[in-house]
């Protein structure tokens, strides 16, 4: 089993995103994914998370809790709780963003909502990305973190047919 990669920080973000030309990748360079994966945020503080990888959802989300807008430095930041409720972590993780932007979503239950948007870092599989992130409320949902094509596109080739091909099966 090959070492996984080190945990990028924020003032990877260039390099990180450089692993990957943007949308114009050879489909023979793709990492071939299942439609369930493990994924981590580092930057959250969260590893091993089971996602679902999702081609018709344009953009990524995760499960949070206690979602609040505040501002900081004359910009819209978010503060939210992430962890228990799928059992990312033992305790929740208090986690801040800067907002990039709020998105109306309309959720597969026909459910229509304005969420905020944070960028983050993804890793999956020993790469690493920036991916842009709604957050809301997935209790209802089987999964706590959605990608969507946004993040996958000229990056990954989604298996629909097949799971875990990258990662080890969440016990």
């Known amino acids: 089993m090959r ?4 945990i990028p920080t924020r003032s990877d973000r260039e390099h990180a995103i450089g692993q990957f030309a943007p949308k114009e990748r050879d489909p023979s360079d793709l990492l071939i994914v299942g439609w369930q994966e ?8 969260l590893d091993a998370i089971r ?3 999702d081609t018709g959802a ?6 949070v809790d206690h979602v609040r807008v505040f501002r900081k430095l004359g910009s819209e930041w978010v503060r939210f709780g992430v962890g228990t409720v799928f059992g990312l972590a033992a305790t929740e993780i208090s986690c801040e963003a800067p907002v ?13 909502s304005i969420r905020p948007v944070i960028e983050t870092m993804l890793n999956m599989a020993g790469y690493h990305w920036s991916i842009e992130l709604t957050l809301s409320s997935r209790t209802t949902m089987q999964f706590p973190l959605l990608i969507g094509r946004d993040a996958l596109a000229g990056r990954c080739l989604v298996d629909s047919g097949r799971t875990y091909l990258v990662s080890t099966r969440y016990s």
């Open 3 to 6: 070492p996984l990669p080190r």
């Open 38 to 45: 493990l994924a981590a945020l580092p930057e959250l503080g």
């Open 51 to 53: 996602a679902k990888l």
């Open 58 to 63: 344009f953009l990524s989300s995760l499960h």
């Open 100 to 112: 990039t932007g709020f998105r109306r979503i309309q959720s597969s239950d026909g459910h229509r």
